[in-house]
């Protein structure tokens, strides 16, 4: 059974950091995109960042881009995702998603992914 456990979630002030946890189990992710996306309450689901397991190639959202890192540790078959700088725009619930090497879609559509975790709430005050 495919699991995608996110953690590390929480509230902080604007200007901290957190890093979400993503661990994978169930199946070999090796050759899979692994994302990042995030749901603010009367928005629809957004696109934060991916990474290519096998490469390690990461793509970044332009609204992260220079304050967020994913990356990945084979070992423990977990992705992470670093976010500095924190702004109370980023305020939402993130989740992690594992999608097939190839795709009609994109790495930033959500149509690529067919693993989804349970989603963690990240939360910035002002």
């Known amino acids: 059974q495919v699991q995608l456990v996110e953690s590390g979630g929480g509230l902080v002030q604007a200007g901290a950091s957190l890093r979400l946890s993503c661990a994978a189990s169930?199946?070999?992710?090796?050759?899979?995109?692994m994302g990042w996306f995030r749901q603010a309450p009367g928005k629809e689901r957004e696109f934060v960042a991916r990474?290519?397991?096998?490469?390690?190639?990461?793509y970044y959202a332009d609204s992260v881009k220079g304050r967020f890192t994913i990356s990945r540790d084979n070992a423990k078959n977990t992705v992470y995702l670093q976010m500095n700088s924190l702004k109370p725009e980023d305020t939402a619930v993130y989740y992690c998603?594992?999608?097939?090497?190839?795709?009609?879609?994109?790495?930033?559509?959500?149509?690529?992914?067919?693993?989804w975790g349970q989603g963690t709430q990240v939360t910035v005050s002002s």
């Open positions: 169930g199946r070999t992710f090796s050759s899979y995109a």
């Open positions: 998603a594992a999608g097939p090497p190839r795709s009609p879609y994109n790495t930033d559509s959500p149509g690529r992914y067919n693993y």
């Open positions: 990474i290519m397991w096998i490469t390690g190639s990461a």
